[in-house]
């Protein structure tokens, strides 16, 4: 259990015993089926949680209904509303399952804890929000910056299992297009 979680905190930041014996003492697991609600808008943020198996999405409904995919998690990636968890206030994204996901779960109380108590795991999470600012700003140059077949090839060449695990409308919603034209794009590329 927890295996995920300490690879990719290792690969950041390294652990002793001691640490990682502390740090599982603040963990918690849970298996989420397919289709069931981690998070729902309105509701307060009360874990972060690292994808161990499975897949998520995080989405945003506007004014209208449409719905805006704002991230998805798959195996070592983090979600939650991380303004919500942060501040304690309502949150504004629903996050989802889309498969049947084990995870595992930070509190904002043992987030609180760990920051004060362990060294090891303040850098972690410092050097964890800095790559997400950083992909944060990526992703909004790219929207910005590069037309859909060029953000639909780097999405492709990042994470290339994505295609076979999340819906193309699910994709196209995350990439800010139709999904004809993720389906146009696929023919021009030839990806079946």
């Known amino acids: 259990m927890y295996e995920t979680f300490f690879h990719k905190f290792e690969e950041k930041v390294p ?3 001691t640490d990682k014996a502390l740090l599982q003492q603040h963990l918690s697991h849970k298996k989420i089926r397919k ?14 949680a690292i994808v161990e198996k499975g897949a998520m999405r995080a989405f945003l409904i506007d004014n209208e209904g449409h719905e805006h995919i704002a991230a998805f998690a798959l195996e ?20 989802e399952t ?34 997400a600012y950083v992909a944060l700003q990526k992703r909004t140059t790219d929207m910005i910056s590069l037309s859909a077949e060029e ?6 060449a990042a994470y290339p299992n994505i295609l076979q695990r999340v819906p193309q409308h699910m994709i196209a919603s995350f990439m800010g297009v139709t999904p004809e034209t993720i389906s146009r794009i696929r023919k021009r590329l030839h990806i079946s």
């Open 76 to 95: 070592g990636w983090t979600i939650a509303d991380l303004n919500s968890f942060l501040k304690q206030s309502p949150g504004t994204l629903t996050i």
């Open 35 to 48: 289709r069931q609600f981690f998070l729902q808008e309105g509701e307060v943020c009360k874990q972060v």
């Open 98 to 131: 889309l498969e049947d996901t084990e995870l595992t779960l930070i509190s904002y109380e043992a987030y609180t804890t760990l920051l004060e108590t362990m060294p090891a795991f303040e850098r972690f999470i410092r050097i964890t929000i800095t790559d």
């Open 15 to 17: 652990l002793t015993t």
């Open 151 to 156: 953000r639909y090839k780097a999405l492709v």
